[in-house]
């Protein structure tokens, strides 16, 4: 059963006709994992702030429906939508630096949610978040709650990030490129750590990325977007064995492989790019029509 359900998602530029999502549907289980993939600008990330109702001031929802846990949010007034999805669902940002206050200490920044979203007292709340830190592998966690986040390295604050993520319980999780901003040799232990967590607590997972290594790895199912618009959604075997669609074997024969670091990188065919480009525009007239 779907516990995350997209039907004919459609997101615009404010003051404008132009799409940014194009009739996006799709589905995500209550203990999936299911991956986001696509060029930068394929709407990955529009998806899962139009889930979360954080989208920016400039996009705007014109069409479809958001059911979480069967309820469709965009029905709701926005006071208890904001209500449903802080208690259901959270989110686990990029950027560790920009997405955590730097003027506050770290163990306001998870035990505060707790107090507004589940209305705990402040003592169960820094006790939890001592303890969700602890779950993410932070030595000392009742230091780190009272450090700030400059005094963090950067998969430290990505951790902080997860706990926080996870804190409240949540039914769903959005990792929207949760490595991007670390290095190399820390991004595989930030990714074992989130599979870890989501595992534990089963919870179904929305992962954005362009690392189609990274879906193999950790997602069941996947679907590649461009321009708004989906292309496939198949399950991560059927996918790597056979993409169906054009732009997938494309995007899937532009992947680097580990297994010969010396190969030429090959490019996504212009053919394939104005395929899709047809496919979008060809959405736009019928939803013009």
């Not at 996006?24 to 299911?34: C, K, P, R, W, Y």
Request: aromatic fraction near 4%; charged fraction near 25%; charge should be positive.
């Amino acid at each position: 059963m779907s516990f995350l359900k997209i039907r004919d998602l459609s997101v615009i530029l404010r003051g404008t006709n132009h799409r940014l999502l194009r009739g996006v549907s799709l589905d995500v289980g209550a203990t999936e994992v299911m991956g986001l993939v696509g060029e930068s600008g394929a709407g990955k990330s529009m998806i899962g702030k139009a889930v979360l109702g954080i989208l920016p001031r400039s996009a705007r929802i014109v069409g479809g429906s958001i059911e979480l846990d069967g309820v469709d949010l965009l029905t709701l007034p926005p006071r208890q939508r904001r209500h449903l999805i802080g208690q259901k669902a959270a989110l686990i940002p990029q950027d560790p630096l920009t997405a955590l206050n730097p003027a506050r200490r770290i163990g306001p920044q998870i035990s505060d949610r707790l107090v507004d979203i589940l209305g705990w007292d402040k003592a169960r709340a820094r006790a939890r978040a001592e303890e969700i830190l602890h779950d993410v592998h932070i030595p000392q966690p009742d230091r780190v709650l009272r450090a700030y986040p400059h005094e963090l390295s950067g998969g430290m604050r990505q951790r902080v990030l997860i706990a926080s993520a996870f804190a409240a319980e949540p039914r769903l999780i959005v990792a929207d490129e949760p490595t991007t901003a670390l290095d190399v040799t820390v991004q595989k232990q930030i990714l074992k750590l989130i599979f870890e967590m989501q595992a534990r607590h089963g919870t179904a997972l929305l992962f954005v990325t362009h690392d189609l290594g990274v879906v193999s790895k950790i997602c069941q199912r996947l679907t590649v977007l461009y321009g708004g618009l989906v292309m496939e959604e198949a399950e991560v075997g059927a996918f790597f064995e056979a993409p169906r669609h054009a732009y997938s074997r494309a995007l899937l024969a532009a992947t680097p492989r580990h297994t010969d670091p010396t190969a030429d990188l090959t490019p996504v065919p212009e053919a394939v790019i104005a395929e899709a480009r047809r496919a979008v525009a060809e959405a736009d007239q019928r939803w013009h029509a």
